[in-house]
């Protein structure tokens, strides 16, 4: 082996996005790779399990995990990698907060599994089978791995050094990543890396038409009005969450006409996002009567997915195990 | 099971309205249950969601939040913003199961001390009866 | 009875696990592929808001977001009962020509491509983009990376971001083109078009001009009889964006042609418990197991269908190919599994026309791009041809538009059964006496991999993937392991 940095890369819960951004930056990747020596990576290369355990401890400079924590594999996995690894990237929105899929808190294991399997209106299974851990079919015995109850981010399993935001984080983000992480210069342990340290109306094309104070009256959704693509969208009460969000992606979805919807998650030092997104906007709403207040939020029917899309599984109130009421 | 469950309550109390009620209350002798761990804010406005939050998940059954009546903010517009944020987030905990019971919002002013102990005991006897608040067990992964 | 279990399945998306079934003289008996992935997708959608739905589904997959994006964005249409402009469906078929058109290539030429670019029996060392770019040249190798990048970021462009587009709503798009994007675009479609040409003749001169792929595509290890599914237009030529889906039986006389909004009388859902993944079958014909033939529903999706199923392409160069692949096949329809790679090189033939008709559209620079919706949602279902096969989205919804339920029918589950059935074909071929090397393995992966497979789609349901590992078992002991965790 050379002495060049090792890199390794690994996919929990993924939806394969975070591997398509790394491989987004292109011919940067060939200057990756005269940079250093990537020792794990499933997607593309064909080193296996055993590989990295025989790898010393503590010899991976770094390991970039993207994806959120569902099958006993993956825990058991990025435990191995943190073994072998100086430092330990969650790469991603989901293995940063959990991501879209951490939506599937709102509701049991047992739930999903009767919807999917029972309840669509397409299926037809009269003998009511379910997918089981193991099976006998024809003799044969076939397994299927553990699925934990509910999703986590990475760092409630292990421990984690820094996180590169954003569902999928664009590839400049990646490369600057990248390059701070094989700087020699590095940051404070759990820093958010690659990204801006503003809001994302740093970055914003109508930045400039954002008033010092934004006050709304109305709450609209996006198939309700069609904006001017000149002015703010939260003064034309879109709910944008750029001001609640870090920037860094220069404000892609502004850019196509749509509000942002927070996938590059907090600033510092905020840790849970969905809470503070959703303070920033209720105290924008310039009505002085709880009435008139509770009108303008009930536009709103969907708070939970609005505000809380990427980072539902920090919140350890979503996935609770026994009955709750709803 | 219900009798032996006695419901932990964060109260955030602002300095200027509501922490003097309740010295008001402790120095007229009125008795109150003792289920509130008291957190001094200088206005209500000052309540992060992101506290209320961190209660829940760190053992808190229930929260109340308690500031001066609107219009008499010492910051002016302090209680207003509360009122705004805790709309939102009443509807958000209730989404997440959340009974609206367990999260309150009250002005109580400076000699309000009675209406103080009112509300305290409204609000014990309401989530005693919804039980403690469940959180996510964690599985050891 | 000795099991070896194939895991990793590589060069695919998603995870997969093998299991290969000996008798008593090593030969295989069963096999089985396993998925054990599962999501959630369709319980969460539940109490989310239907306009959300084509941001949060394209989350399904990192490489076929615009395929979730656009079946969902049609199913807001239907939700609504709202006509999109005419620009924005001009719009919205643009940038899935592109997309579609990008994410073809990279399955030719890093997927699946490999496989006859360098040969199935090639080591495994050299099965692999690195071997493709030994065999075809440096240059062309950077040329397929820069054509992917100039694709991808026109996607940006036009659609907000490549990884999860935004710009899908009910009526329209929220962007449109502007003219001075007019004229980049027009020159991305000449280039996109001679791109499709040289990646036609690539394959000609390496896999069409050998005999032994021509006859590996042709083996009967490889061959299954099933129904066959895909979108076509008004002419029943292949369209991605829109049209009825049709269904021809294995003889290939036309056996339904219907809506989207009836896929219910069409289409049903098999569970098996040793899979996450589920299989949909032809409800009017029913389900008989993991076998071929007219009795049974199992049909098949993705390109090879969508050219059996239709009766021209809507591009003259494409018509052209089709044409041919037919004429050497045998006629339609064609049930050799590995047919899939060509059907796949033609389909990016149309795209890249498509691609350059609607950049060459007098009216693609409009700007009405959207009607707003006035009726109250109830019932939306929306159908596009992902790349994978025909993807189907259905959500029904209270009025204030918050779903309350959604079903999810997914590319490659349509697949499922007769990937399944590939799969154990191709086993029981290749595994004899007990003997399981690199080369017999990857026979067998060759048959899932035409499919070009998308686990992460095909079950939306709960999340999870698992490195693929060979497990080899005599009498329940562990005996050997084998790995290829490849992509």
């Known amino acids: 082996m050379t002495d060049k940095p090792k890199i390794a890369m690994y996919w929990c819960a993924s939806c394969g996005g975070c591997e398509e951004a790394t491989v987004d930056i292109a011919e940067r990747i060939l200057d990756l790779t005269s940079l250093v020596d990537i020792v794990f990576w499933p997607v593309a290369l064909d080193f296996k399990e055993e590989d990295v355990e025989n790898l010393p401890d503590g010899s991976v400079t770094a390991s970039l995990i993207n994806g959120g924590v569902r099958l006993t594999e993956h825990d058991h996995m990025i435990k191995l990698l943190r073994k072998k690894s100086k430092i330990v990237v969650a790469y991603g929105a989901c293995s940063a907060w959990g991501g879209v899929p951490g939506l599937a808190n709102l509701y049991r294991k047992e739930e999903l599994i009767s919807l ?62 990248i390059e701070t992480l094989l700087s020699g210069r590095l940051p404070p342990k759990g820093s958010i890396i690659g990204a801006s340290e503003k809001s994302l109306c740093d970055e914003c094309p109508l930045n400039q038409t954002k008033p010092e104070k934004i006050l709304i009256q109305d709450l609209k959704r996006p198939h309700q009005v069609i904006p001017d693509p000149e002015k703010c969208l939260l003064t034309q009460s879109l709910l944008c969450l750029g001001p609640a969000t870090r920037g860094g992606c220069t404000a892609l979805c502004i850019r196509a006409r749509m509000p942002c919807t927070g996938c590059f998650g907090p600033l510092d030092p905020v840790s849970d996002y969905g809470a503070k997104a959703a303070s920033f906007i209720a105290s924008i709403i310039d009505f002085d009567d709880e009435k008139s207040v509770e009108e303008v939020i009930d536009k709103l029917p969907d708070p939970i997915g609005t505000f809380y899309r990427y980072t539902l599984a920090t919140s350890r109130l979503a996935g609770r195990l026994t009955e709750g009421k709803r | 099971m219900s009798d032996e469950f006695d419901p932990k309550i964060v109260l955030f109390a602002c300095n200027w309205c509501t922490y003097a009620a309740l010295d008001l209350a402790g120095t007229s002798r009125m008795k109150y249950p003792p289920n509130f761990r008291v957190i001094k804010v200088m206005c209500s406005g000052r309540v992060d969601p992101q506290f209320i939050i961190e209660a829940f998940m760190q053992g808190a059954d229930g929260v109340l939040v308690a500031g001066c009546h609107l219009g008499d903010c010492h910051y002016l517009e302090g209680n207003y913003k509360a009122m705004r944020r805790m709309a939102l987030l009443k509807r958000m905990l209730n989404d997440l199961g959340i009974e609206r019971e367990r999260v309150r919002l009250q002005w109580i002013s400076a000699s309000e001390a009675g209406k103080f102990v009112e509300v305290a005991k409204e609000m014990v006897e309401q989530i005693r009866t919804l039980g403690p608040l469940t959180r996510r067990v964690e599985v050891s992964t | 009875m000795k099991d070896i279990v194939i895991t990793p399945t590589t060069r695919l998306e998603g995870h997969g696990k093998i299991v290969v079934c000996l008798d008593d003289n090593g030969d295989c008996n069963k096999a089985y592929l396993q998925i054990p992935e599962l999501r959630g997708f369709e319980k969460f959608a539940e109490g989310r808001h239907a306009e959300d739905m084509p941001q949060i589904t394209s989350r399904i997959c990192g490489v076929c977001p615009m395929a979730h994006h656009m079946a969902s964005t049609k199913a807001l249409d239907d939700l609504y009962r709202i006509e999109p402009t005419n620009v924005a469906k001009k719009i919205r078929e643009l940038v899935y020509s592109i997309f579609m058109l990008e994410d073809h290539a990279i399955h030719v030429y890093v997927l699946g491509g490999p496989d006859f670019i360098v040969g199935p029996t090639a080591p495994k060392a050299e099965r692999n983009i690195l071997g493709v770019v030994a065999k075809v040249g440096k240059e062309t190798a950077l040329r397929v990376i820069s054509m992917r990048k100039t694709l991808r970021k026109t996607n940006e462009m036009l659609a907000g971001r490549t990884i999860n587009p935004v710009i899908g709503l009910p009526g329209g798009v929220s962007r449109p083109i502007s003219s001075s994007e007019v004229e980049e675009l027009k020159r991305i479609g000449n280039e996109a078009v001679e791109f499709a040409l040289f990646t036609l003749k690539v394959f000609k001169d390496i896999v069409l001009s050998k005999k032994e792929y021509v006859d ?175 993807l189907i989205h259905h959500y029904e919804t209270d009025n204030r538009g918050v779903i309350r339920k959604a079903n999810l029918l997914v590319a490659t589950q349509h697949n499922a059964a007769r990937i399944a059935l590939s799969v154990d074909k191709a086993a029981r071929n290749y595994v004899k006496q007990g003997r399981v090397d690199q080369g017999m393995l990857n026979m067998v992966e060759m048959a899932l991999r035409a499919y070009d497979p998308c686990h992460a789609c095909a079950t939306h349901t709960y999340p999870g993937s698992m490195p693929f590992t060979i497990y080899v078992y005599r009498d329940g002991r562990l005996i050997e392991t084998l790995r290829r965790e490849f992509r």
Not at chain 1, 158 to 174: E, K, L, N, Q, R
Not at chain 3, 367 to 384: C, H, Y
């Open chain 1, 116 to 177: 999917v399997y029972h309840e669509t209106p397409s299926v037809v299974n009269p003998t009511r089978v379910v997918p089981e851990r193991r099976s006998i079919v024809d003799g044969a015995e076939l397994e299927l791995p553990d699925v934990f109850p509910y999703l986590v981010p990475i760092d409630q399993a292990i421990d984690v050094d820094y996180y590169v935001p954003g569902c999928p984080p664009t590839a400049d983000v990646t490369w600057k990543a």
């Open chain 3, 216 to 390: 590996a595509i042709a083996s009967e290890a490889y061959t299954h009889r099933t129904y066959y599914m895909g979108l076509v237009d008004e002419h029943n030529r292949v369209n991605f964006y829109d049209g009825k889906i049709r269904v021809i039986t294995p003889k290939g006389n036309e056996f339904a042609k219907f809506e989207a909004h009836d896929y219910l009388d069409q289409l049903a859902e098999h569970v098996e418990p040793w899979t996450y993944v589920k299989f949909p079958y032809l409800k009017q014909v029913g389900w008989r197991g993991f076998t071929d033939g007219e009795d049974n529903g199992i049909m098949s999706v993705a390109p090879l269908a969508r050219l059996n199923v239709a009766d021209g392409m809507a591009t003259p160069l494409a018509q052209e190919s089709y044409e041919e692949m037919f004429k050497v096949l045998g006629g339609r329809p064609v049930h050799h599994t590995l047919a899939n790679h060509w059907a796949r090189v033609i389909e990016i033939v149309y795209a890249a026309e498509r691609l350059r008709e609607l950049a060459n559209d007098p009216e693609i620079a409009d700007p009405r791009i959207r009607n707003l919706p006035s009726e109250v949602p109830r019932v939306g279902i929306g159908v596009v041809e992902a790349p994978r096969g025909t």
